[in-house]
């Protein structure tokens, strides 16, 4: 498991799914994330920190630690203790524990110590256009009597609009 990835896409990516309108994630896998997020950071001890800081530009931004030498104690018991209890849970059939357990640990507000809508708020500044990657096609053209065919590239851009292959051609 990669510890600060897990940290990093809980906070920076799956805030992001959450809509505080309707209080609903759009992803069980982004809410899921988030639960274990909070699992680590209630097991204290500082294996995690979040704090808000000011960017380069004055903007806010989010510093997240994780301690690596609490990993091995403090996170493994914090995922074992969620684990287990969830599995005891789900033995025994008591739903209305497990949902209340989830509903407390995926609960995104700004009550208590982590402001997390406001984090949210600066997850969202940050966002950038999903970049599209698209590739050149190359063409022949022509094909006179003498079979000369002549090789054609078509450079696209990255839009919407160069995905359909709507834009821009060379020749070589």
């Known amino acids: 498991m990669n510890w600060l990835d897990c940290v990093y896409t809980a906070t920076a990516l799956c805030l ?5 309108e309707t209080k609903h994630w759009k992803q069980p896998h982004d809410q899921g994330k988030f639960g274990i997020l909070r ?6 001890e500082g294996l995690i920190s979040i704090e808000e800081i ?3 530009d004055e903007k806010p931004d989010l ?6 030498s609490k990993i091995q104690t403090v ?12 599995q005891v849970y789900k033995a025994t059939a008591d739903v209305q524990s497990a949902q209340r357990l989830y509903r407390k640990i995926t609960s995104v507000n700004n009550n208590g110590v982590y402001p997390w809508l406001n ?14 990657c698209v590739q050149p096609n190359t ?13 054609v590239i ?3 851009s990255a839009s919407a609009a160069g995905c359909t292959g709507a834009t821009g051609t060379g020749q070589f």
């Open 16 to 20: 992001k799914a959450y809509t505080p």
């Open 39 to 44: 699992a680590l950071i209630d097991a204290g």
């Open 54 to 56: 000011m960017d380069e």
């Open 63 to 68: 510093r997240l630690k994780l301690d690596r």
């Open 75 to 86: 996170g493994k018991k914090a995922l074992g203790e969620l684990l287990l209890k969830l």
């Open 119 to 132: 984090w949210r708020e600066i997850m969202l500044s940050k966002e950038e256009a999903q970049r599209l």
């Open 139 to 151: 063409v022949l053209t022509g094909g006179n009597s003498q079979k000369v065919f002549v090789a």
């Open 154 to 156: 078509c450079i696209s």
